[in-house]
């Protein structure tokens, strides 16, 4: 069930392939959400700083240009807990331990419903 207008949780999509990118939010839309994008790690930190309404990310593993997926979230464990991460790749599958506590992990491509689904959990 989508989110009401007026409470629209806004998701930041930390994606450097474009397509990837615009699919997700797209995705994330359709099922209510508000969405920023980051082409990058060290982008996707600087928009935690700047917007404090970001209540989830959705980042890619393997993205150049700063941080990783993984490292990402560890900073945003770090600087910004009331933030919730799912991290997806399609090349990575990360082993045990190398998540940051509280984060989920989605093989790619993923299903969109249960991701969606496992955001609404988050969120809830």
Avoid: W
């Amino acid at each position: 069930m989508p989110f009401s207008a007026t409470e629209k949780p806004l998701v930041l999509v930390a994606e450097d392939e474009f397509v990837t990118r615009q699919a997700a939010i797209d995705m994330l839309r359709e099922a209510g959400f508000a969405a920023l994008t980051a082409t990058n790690g060290t982008e996707a930190i600087r928009l935690l700083e700047d917007c404090r309404e970001i209540r989830a990310v959705l980042t890619d593993i393997d993205m150049p240009g700063g941080p990783d997926g993984i490292r990402l979230a560890a900073c945003i464990q770090h600087r910004r807990p009331d933030v919730h991460v799912i991290i997806v790749s399609g090349k990575v599958i990360p082993v045990e331990g190398d998540l940051p506590s509280g984060s989920l992990f989605f093989a790619k491509p993923y299903n969109e419903s249960e991701l969606i689904d496992a955001l609404r959990g988050l969120l809830a």
